[in-house]
């Protein structure tokens, strides 16, 4: 059970840290750019809102499932549950799936791991200034983050913090 409870309170703690960063992040940008942060009252149309860019360049408002890996789709989150979507951050929870590739991509295994996921640092999205989207991910494993494939042990970091692309996925 106190296992149980650290990895409970360490995810917390660290989705915490997240929220905050992301917070003096986009304060820290609105002081430098000399803009006041985004701030979009609860009545606030979904369009207003950040959005993430999918593998088919469509702007997206909480997806259940989002691909990180457009090539191949071999890296994606599902069974997501946003807890809250805010103008300068978003939080939920899911899945997290990775394809492995031992000992290649075709006879390689799918590993799932459960997460808590938060978006973060918004900017205007290049050559559609009006809308903003999410430009960091980060994911924090809530569990098992250990898998064996090709005889060896392999282990997923605490964190994860990925790039989004404004043409989909991350990188």
Known sequence: MTIGFTRIRTAAVALCATAALATLAAATAAASTGHPARHHGQNAAAASL?????????????????????GDAGAFIFKMQWASWGGQAAFGSGTYSLRVCIPNC????TVTFPIL???WRVKPLPAHRAVHYFTRLTLIFTGNRTYKAGGKTFHEPQTLTLPLSASGGAG
């Open 106 to 109: 075709a006879q390689g295994k």
């Open 117 to 119: 996921a938060a978006l």
């Open 50 to 70: 950040p959005v993430v860019i999918n593998c088919a360049m469509k702007h997206q408002v909480k997806p259940t499932s989002y691909i990180l890996a457009c």
